[in-house]
């Protein structure tokens, strides 16, 4: 058995305080905290994106970036609120309106460009990736904080959707970590991530069934009736997608040379750091709740 790395305790102290702010947020009933908790990491790893992008000399526009983001977040929580159930959908036509005026708007901006070029492209492209890859993507957990109908006091539903998929995506992180850090001899994917191993990802695998378990029998009057099987089935799914998102975040880094996203979280890294096995699990369980759910 190895020893765990140092950077074992200040990662523990930084999920504890995150998660207590997951739980303030479900012990006030507000849909402002659950905003914050939406709207601010989305903006803080954009903002880190950008920042990765100029160490790498990569052109862009942050600008533009960070203004659509905005108009996305602040187009999702005033549509999803006002909007019926099952009819959530709604918001992806305004949505690729949004990305459409930013296509415009990135082009019109490098007309004025005296030499068009490599970073003509690289600006555009980056740009529009970059919006698409971190808050667009994140923004699935207020499409599943707004999915359920509203209880009799008139308070979300699916805030306990945002739960079940959050503790999974988060806890095969955790097992990811420590059966790698503990037991770990056979590399996984090393010429993306090296430090992370086949041990790792069974202990995740295993970790992410249980906890999806436990969450469902915890607050299962709170989540659609699944079964067992499905509930397993799900945590599975969901924790394979949080192990590729992991690994495409450090594909950008490696590509940008770079270890950490940021430096805002000890033992973590950055925001990016933080939510990225998020950005692919979200979307997944949204999509697939609208398939079983679905009348």
């Not at 303030?24 to 803080?44: C, D, N, R």
């Not at 970059?130 to 805030?159: E, H, N, S």
């Not at 770079?258 to 430096?263: A, E, I, L, M, P």
Request: hydrophobic fraction near 55%.
């Amino acid at each position: 058995m190895n020893a765990l790395p140092s950077s074992f305790l200040p990662r523990t102290l930084s999920t504890v305080f995150l998660w207590l702010g997951i739980i303030a947020a479900y012990a006030l009933h507000s849909e402002i905290v659950f905003g914050l908790l939406i709207a601010l990491p989305a903006l803080g790893a954009l903002w880190e994106y950008f920042a990765l992008l100029r160490s790498g000399g990569i052109a862009h526009h942050r600008g533009f970036g960070m203004g659509t983001a905005l108009v996305l977040i602040g187009l999702n929580f005033c549509l999803l609120r006002s909007s019926d159930f099952f009819n959530k959908f709604a918001i992806f036509p305004f949505e690729e309106a949004v990305f459409a005026l930013l296509i415009i708007a990135l082009f019109l901006r490098e007309f004025g460009r005296n030499s068009p070029g490599r970073p003509t492209a690289e600006s555009i492209v980056f740009t529009l990736f970059g919006v698409v890859y971190i808050p667009w993507l994140f923004l699935f957990m207020a499409k599943l904080l707004y999915l359920t109908p509203r209880d009799a006091q008139g308070c979300t539903t699916g805030q306990y959707l945002v739960l079940f998929v959050v503790a999974v995506t988060k806890f095969t992180d955790v097992g990811a970590f420590l059966c790698g850090s503990l037991f770990g001899r056979t590399p996984f994917f090393p010429n993306i991530s090296p430090k992370k191993t086949w041990e790792g990802i069974g202990g995740a695998l295993v970790l992410a069934v249980l906890v999806g378990l436990g969450i469902f029998h915890f607050f299962g009057h709170y989540l659609p009736p699944f079964s067992i099987g499905l509930v397993c089935a799900l945590s599975l799914l969901l924790s394979i997608a949080g192990i590729a998102g992991d690994l495409a975040e450090s594909l950008l880094k490696r590509s940008l040379e770079t270890k950490d996203s940021g430096r805002a979280l000890p033992g973590i890294g950055g925001g990016l750091d933080l939510i990225d096995s998020l950005l692919f699990t979200l979307p997944l369980f949204y999509f697939l709740l609208l398939f079983l759910l679905h009348p």
